[in-house]
């Protein structure tokens, strides 16, 4: 466990876990989730790269400061967390509002990253999802983040998942009940104030992406990943059959293969020994 501060003075909590002399990746968690979140990432991932992972302002052991929030200062926070450990670069790991959270530390500071996996994510709004995040917003406010648990449940775990086992919901309820209402409220108003014209630079990025979307994701579908994959050069696409929004730990097997077969060919190679 350790903590670093963001320049207006945020307390951020992060941890340092994995191979000690392996590629640096930081890995970012989506709306109203900590680190937790990659639960089945770390033992895969960690068994060759050195993880970092945060805590987003609003969630986990990072300060819950009011509101507003704003998704660039939180893409700062995380480069704060780089340089509380004095790592250069790194590869970045980001999911739905992570993924953000990843297009806009490249586009920000884009000699830290030395790759990019944007999972289940987006770069523009549509309606639909606007109103959708209003309503969860709404419902924390009003009525507690157990009613936000419950509406979310359905847009992050695919229907068959649902059906079949009980523990993604015993996995993602903690981590989004130990958000308060008023800090996840603050986490929607920052999504939704970031404005779609913000996607326009991802055009400049020169650094390998990977782009990942689950066949069942109707929060953020395959034309949002299909957009990033035209807006941002050379980005590769990967989907996976029967993944919801969730994919981290719906499909957790096929996610870490993906990932890991990306960084693998992303990183430089290693000087023989002798």
Known sequence: ???????????????????????????LQGLGADLRGWAFQR??????????????????????????YDLEVMADDAVAALDAEGVASAHVVGASMGGVLAQLLAVRHPRRVRSLVLACTACSHQPWRRELLEDWATAAREQ??????????????????????????????PMVLNTPAAAFASQVAAILGQPDESAEALADLRVPTLVVVGTQDILTPYADAEELVERI??????????????????????????????????????????
């Open 1 to 27: 466990m350790a903590f670093t501060w963001a320049s207006d003075g945020t307390r951020i909590h992060y941890e340092v876990a994995g191979a000690r002399h392996g590629e640096p990746v930081l890995l």
């Open 144 to 173: 507690g983040m157990r009613a936000v648990s419950g509406r979310a449940l359905r847009w992050l775990i695919g229907p068959r998942h649902r059906r079949r086992f009980g523990l993604p919901f015993s996995v993602l309820a």
């Open 233 to 274: 050069p050379g980005a590769e696409l990967v989907v996976l059959s029967g993944a919801a929004h969730g994919l981290m730990f719906d499909r957790a097997g096929e996610f870490n293969t993906a990932v890991l077969e990306f960084l693998a060919a992303a990183s430089p190679p290693r000087a023989a020994a002798g």
């Open 43 to 68: 033992f895969a991932l960690g068994r060759r790269h050195r993880l970092y992972l945060v805590d987003n302002r609003g969630a986990g052991g990072s300060d819950k400061p009011p509101g507003p």
